[in-house]
């Protein structure tokens, strides 16, 4: 064996032990090598003091617990500002039907106004640790889909923060466009009910993974399987029951989106001490 002098040896280890270190950061291991699932803060960590469904708090918050992802939602408005907002309406005004300036000075519950996805963007790209887990909402008609994957992934693009991205949405015409743009982005296709399409038929058009409701994946319990099989990620949404959660961690999805993302912390860490 090559021998090294003791400084380069204590070099060596160190560099190993913070490789090892930094690698783990964001992997949910326990102590038996098998993968547990990311924990993903649906709408921000939004269900305490001071904070609201998709706030910039919300985003704050996620990325001061550092949970592995931020979940939130955003729409095109009338004149193309991207904001974020989960219900098509906000306080009885259709946004996608809305120019920004009539829509800005609205309050979230928390007394913030409305965010838009250049303050999101901004907030996250001072930071590394936790994904950006984008929901583009629907739009009307084929080409405004298409217009709103456009308009987000150049805001995206513009703030540096491809690398902590990926994309949700129930648009087939958003995901489409997505892929076309670019077939490393990573974009997860939500869905509902049992009647969403495979993990292989999402793999044959191009997706990363899939996004579906608990109940559908109770239903079809094989498809976290086949999502293996054919290299695609499972994310499974909205898990807020502490049964639920086990079942899931125990079921192997990559990652769950929950209402109460330090529940689920609590049940993973569980799960790590056995
Ligand atoms: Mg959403």
Redesign the pocket.
């Known amino acids: 064996m090559k021998k090294y002098p003791i400084g380069a040896l204590i070099i060596i280890l160190f560099i190993i032990f913070f490789a090892a270190m930094s690698n783990s950061k964001n992997k949910e291991v326990n102590v038996g090598g098998e993968q547990l699932p990311h924990i993903i803060a649906h709408?921000g960590h939004w269900d305490t003091e001071g904070s609201a469904q998709n706030s910039r708090k919300a985003l704050e918050l996620a990325i001061a617990h550092g949970f592995y992802g931020c979940?939130f939602?955003v729409h095109l408005t009338k004149d193309n500002r991207v904001v974020v907002f989960?219900d098509h309406d906000i306080q009885g005004i259709n946004i996608q039907t809305t120019d920004y300036a009539d829509l800005k000075d609205l309050k979230l519950p928390n007394g913030e106004t409305l965010p838009t996805l250049d303050e999101y963007l901004e907030i996250a790209s001072k930071q590394k640790g936790t994904k950006l887990i984008l929901?583009i909402k629907g739009h009307q008609g084929a080409e405004r889909n298409r217009e709103a994957a456009r308009e987000v992934h150049k805001l995206v693009k513009q703030y540096g923060v491809e690398g902590i991205t990926e994309y949700i949405s129930f648009s087939m015409d958003v995901c489409k466009e997505l892929i076309a743009m670019d077939d490393k982005h990573k974009v997860f296709f939500l869905h509902w009910d049992k009647d969403a399409p495979s993990p292989k038929e999402l793999k044959a058009a191009g997706f990363y993974g899939l996004d579906y409701a608990w109940g559908a994946m109770k239903e079809r319990p094989e498809w976290i399987t086949e999502a293996r099989e054919v290299g695609l990620k499972v994310n499974i949404w909205t898990v807020n029951d502490e049964a639920d959660m086990r079942h899931f961690v125990e079921a192997g999805a990559d990652f769950i989106t929950t209402d109460a993302p330090e529940l689920l912390k609590k049940v993973i860490d569980e799960k790590k001490k056995k």
Request: glycine share 0%; no cysteine.
């Open positions: 709408r979940e939602d989960h929901e």
